[in-house]
């Protein structure tokens, strides 16, 4: 049975953030084997190609990060998200930092070794994506809890 959403753009909302990768395939399977993202929809055009990443099933505050690969920049690094600019990806438990560090250790790209911060930030660890992007993984940053108790669930 299919279940009828209505996809109409009440107000302006934040969608996504896009960032260059020199290598499409390589950064999609960095974000689909160590963060909660999957693939929505894959373009490509004479320019070259790009994909949007989220979580899946995420309906109610539809959010992307479109990854493109310019044909003219294939191949090079192009990270911009660097030393301390980074995505933030919170997580629920504790445990879940620790073993995404632990695959990203094995991947070769671990940054930031997990560490409670505590206050606002944390426990948290970071990867390098294969451009050098730094990516944040989080357990009780409370971001989204606290974003969430402020306005209360609303579509």
């Not at 995505?87 to 250790?105: F, K, Q």
């Not at 294969?130 to 669930?153: A, K, T």
Request: aromatic share 8%; hydrophobic share 40%; net charge negative.
């Amino acid at each position: 049975m299919e279940v009828l959403v209505n996809t109409a753009l009440m107000s302006a909302r934040w969608t996504h953030v896009a960032l260059p990768v020199g290598d499409l395939d390589r950064a999609i399977e960095f974000y689909t084997k160590l963060t909660p993202l999957v693939v929505v929809e894959r373009f490509q055009d004479d320019d070259g190609e790009s994909v949007w990443l989220s979580n899946d099933k995420q309906v109610d505050t539809p959010f992307v990060l479109v990854l493109v690969c310019f044909n003219k920049d294939r191949g090079k690094q192009l990270g911009l998200l660097t030393p301390f600019a980074h995505l933030g990806i919170e997580v629920p438990n504790r445990s879940d930092v620790d073993e995404l560090a632990d695959r990203a250790r094995e991947m070769g790209c671990l940054h930031w070794e997990p560490t409670d911060i505590g206050g606002q930030v944390g426990y948290v660890c970071a990867f390098k994506d294969p451009d050098g992007n730094v990516i944040e993984i989080s357990h009780d940053q409370r971001v989204f809890s606290s974003v969430r108790r402020l306005w209360g669930e609303q579509s």
